[in-house]
């Protein structure tokens, strides 16, 4: 039946019931920790205009001859120190995350997860979406903080694959949350947590946010700032100090800073002994976070002099984790469910 009640005529195509869907968003990861799908993966992120900008004539050569024969071998080995029997840990926390929040918000959403880069792609899940009679759909890019090359691109691509739709649902996007109380609370709960099981008390906590070239920050991208904001509402919420500090480092240009490995070398050096790290910038623990901060920093931080060091987990799909999304999600679905 047609939502006036009146029968369509034979012909007519099948007539779906209406469904709101919400489309979680991430960056997206290699299909297995080799050199070769390592380099696929890497030949489309780097070759995102949002990520790299230079312009392509410049660029394009420099990444196809030299970069994706030398980058992905080094890259496929660390993926390899952290990849799972389910997958890279991206994928496995992302798609705990969509079961968990499908769970809560029940039969009445239809919740489906993207990558930006890789598989399942942006185009093939609002597609399915749609297939699936969605005609208002949420997209949730999973970045706390706003940047161009994050949720900035995810939001492009969607509005890509909407460009060659004949008939588009309605859309809406999810707005950056960084000092969205809910955010604060679970990163403070989830990190209080990890704390509580440590068998030692760090002198030190360091925040550790991904980088960006110096001149996004001038360019007019408030993503600087809205991690700063983060860390220091998490400072106050938690009522003590916070570290901040950029990694990822990547090329020549100046990035953000301090850096986080240089950050982890100077306590050990000034006689830091015990100290935690925790990533509130990654809404899933990834190659960022589980290779570059807790096996790369602990040797930094080790070999400068440490000697008690721990890398807390993201969120992921902890209780503290979905309760902050389900919050998000369900406040832009209003009016829709």
Known sequence: MSRSGTAPPPEHPPILKPKVGVLLINLGTPAAPTTKAVRDYLGEFLSDKRVVEIPAIVWQPLLRGVILNTRPQKSAAAYAEVWTDHGSPLMVYSRRQTEALQQRLGDGVLVDLAMRYGQPSIESRIKAMKDA?????????????????????????????????????????????????????????????????????????????????????????????????????????????????????????????????????????????????????????????????????????????????????????????????????????AGWI
């Open 133 to 333: 009679g969605c005609d208002r759909i949420l997209l949730a890019p999973l970045y706390p903080q706003y940047s161009g090359a994050t949720t900035g691109t995810a939001n492009d691509k969607a509005f890509e694959v909407l460009q060659a739709m004949r008939w588009q649902p309605a859309i809406r996007t999810l707005p950056a949350y960084h000092d969205d109380p809910a955010h604060i609370d679970a990163l403070k709960r989830n990190i209080e947590h990890a704390i509580a099981s440590l068998d030692f008390e760090p002198e030190e906590i360091v925040t550790s946010f991904h980088g960006m070239p110096l001149r996004t920050l001038h360019l007019g991208d408030p993503y600087h700032c809205q991690c700063r904001k983060t860390a220091r509402l998490l400072s106050e919420a938690m009522g003590r100090n916070l570290i901040v500090s950029f990694q990822s480092r990547f090329g020549r240009a100046k990035w953000l800073e301090p850096a986080t490995d240089a950050t982890l070398e100077a306590l050990g050096r000034k006689g830091v002994k015990r100290i935690a790290i925790v990533a509130p910038g990654f809404s899933v623990d990834c190659l960022e976070t589980l290779e570059e901060l807790a096996i790369q920093g602990r040797e930094q931080f080790e070999h400068a002099g440490g000697e008690k060091f721990a890398y807390l987990p993201c969120l992921n799909a902890s209780a503290e984790g979905m309760d902050m999304l389900e919050t998000l999600v369900r406040r832009e679905l």
